[in-house]
T-cell receptor
C-alpha cells in the first residue's frame, strides 16, 4: 500500500485567488492522479501527472485553470487558479497500486471552500 | 462512453444485519474491472473489493461480497453482519482493461449503520 499526505486538509479562500495543494507519497510512483469531488457528487478525474512530462488533462479541465507540477516520483502539486465558488470541492490525490489491476490509493483530500 | 449508475443515494441498516448496494454500468467493452470503494467520514478512500469481468466467480472479501451479472451489467455489493464502522460513502467504479489509468466512479451511496 501507499501512504499519501495532502496539504492543506482544508482551506477557505477568497474569490479570484489561487491555491496550491501538495501531495506527497511515501514511495516512488510513475503516475499520480488528481480528482475533484464536488459537494454531494462523485469523483471526477482532473488530470494524470507523470514525472518529467506535462500532465494529461481530462475533458473539461484545462492547464490554465488547474496547473500541475510533478518534480519527482514522490511529489505533485495541483493549483486551483482564479477560484470561484464553483471550485468549492474536495480535491483528492491518488496513485496506482503498482499493478494493472486498477486499484488506487487515495489521500485524505483537500476541502476547499471559496467565498 | 462508459457510465456507472448508483440508484440509491442513501441506505441504512441495523448493526449485524445484511445490506445490498446496487450498481449498474454501461460499456461496450468485454474486458474490464469493477470496484467498490469506501469513503468513511474521515474522507480517505479505500478499496473494498474488486472484480475482473472475465471471472465468473463473484469476489468475496470477508463480510463483503459482490453479485456480478455481466449480461445485465450489474455489480451489487453485499455487506453481511454490518458493523458501525461500515458507515461511509460507497462508490462503485469501472475501469476498462485497455486503460488502467482511469477509474469512472458512480455517484455513491451513503450507508448509515445504526446500533
Amino acid at each position: 500500500s501507499a501512504v499519501i499526505s495532502q496539504k492543506p486538509s482544508r482551506d477557505i479562500c477568497q474569490r479570484g485567488t489561487s491555491l496550491t495543494i501538495q501531495c506527497q507519497v511515501d514511495s516512488q510512483v510513475t503516475m499520480m492522479f488528481w480528482y475533484r469531488q464536488q459537494p454531494g457528487q462523485s469523483l471526477t478525474l482532473i488530470a494524470t501527472a507523470n514525472q518529467g512530462s506535462e500532465a494529461t488533462y481530462e475533458s473539461g479541465f484545462v492547464i490554465d485553470k488547474f496547473p500541475i507540477s510533478r518534480p519527482n516520483l514522490t511529489f505533485s502539486t495541483l493549483t486551483v487558479s482564479n477560484m470561484s465558488p464553483e471550485d468549492s470541492s474536495i480535491y483528492l490525490c491518488s496513485v496506482g497500486a503498482g499493478s494493472t489491476t486498477g486499484e488506487l490509493f487515495f489521500g485524505e483530500g483537500s476541502r476547499l471552500t471559496v467565498l | 462512453a462508459q457510465t456507472v449508475t448508483q440508484s440509491q443515494p442513501e441506505m441504512s441498516v441495523q448493526e449485524a444485519e445484511t445490506v445490498t448496494l446496487s450498481c449498474t454500468y454501461d460499456t461496450s467493452e468485454s474486458n474490464y474491472y469493477l470496484f467498490w470503494y469506501k469513503q468513511p467520514p474521515s474522507r480517505q478512500m479505500i478499496l473494498v473489493i474488486r472484480q475482473e469481468a472475465y471471472k465468473q466467480q463473484n469476489a468475496t472479501e470477508n463480510r463483503f461480497s459482490v453479485n456480478f451479472q455481466k449480461a445485465a451489467k450489474s455489480f451489487s455489493l453485499k455487506i453481511s453482519d454490518s458493523q458501525l464502522g461500515d458507515t461511509a460513502m460507497y462508490f462503485c467504479a469501472f475501469m476498462p482493461s485497455y486503460n488502467t489509468d482511469k477509474l469512472i466512479f458512480g455517484t455513491g451511496t451513503r450507508l448509515q449503520v445504526f446500533p
